[in-house]
């Protein structure tokens, strides 16, 4: 059974600096997309970053040149950086796994941003 874990969020002031991680495990499938969205209460889920096939990256237009999506080698492991974080930053964070059909999402971590 796969299963898709984050790691790494927390509470932070703004202005600082958070990464995440995610472990997707229970396949020998290497996901062809991985890749992170966010979520406030009330809000539809929306896009952080993704990679597919391990070198094309999309942004969301409000993370754009303060965060950073990796994903080293053929590894079903992504990360994110996230720099100059601001208080709308604050949300749960969701990791997701993809290859064809299939798509597996993680719990979320929460971030939140605030002094």
């Known amino acids: 059974q796969v299963q898709v874990v984050e790691s790494g969020g927390g509470l932070v002031q703004p202005g600082g600096s958070l990464s995440l991680s995610c472990v997707a495990s229970?396949?020998?499938?290497?996901?062809?997309?991985m890749g992170w969205y966010r979520q406030v209460p009330g809000k539809e889920r929306e896009l952080v970053a993704t990679?597919?096939?391990?070198?094309?990256?999309n942004y969301g237009d409000s993370v754009k040149d303060r965060f950073t999506v990796s994903r080293p080698g053929a590894k079903n492991t992504v990360y994110l950086q996230m720099n100059s974080l601001k208080p709308e930053d604050t949300a749960v964070y969701y990791c997701?796994?993809?290859?064809?059909?299939?798509?597996?999402w993680g719990q979320g971590t929460q971030v939140t941003v605030s002094s």
């Open positions: 997701k796994a993809q290859f064809k059909e299939f798509t597996y």
């Open positions: 229970g396949t020998r499938i290497l996901f062809t997309s």
């Open positions: 990679i597919m096939s391990g070198r094309f990256i």
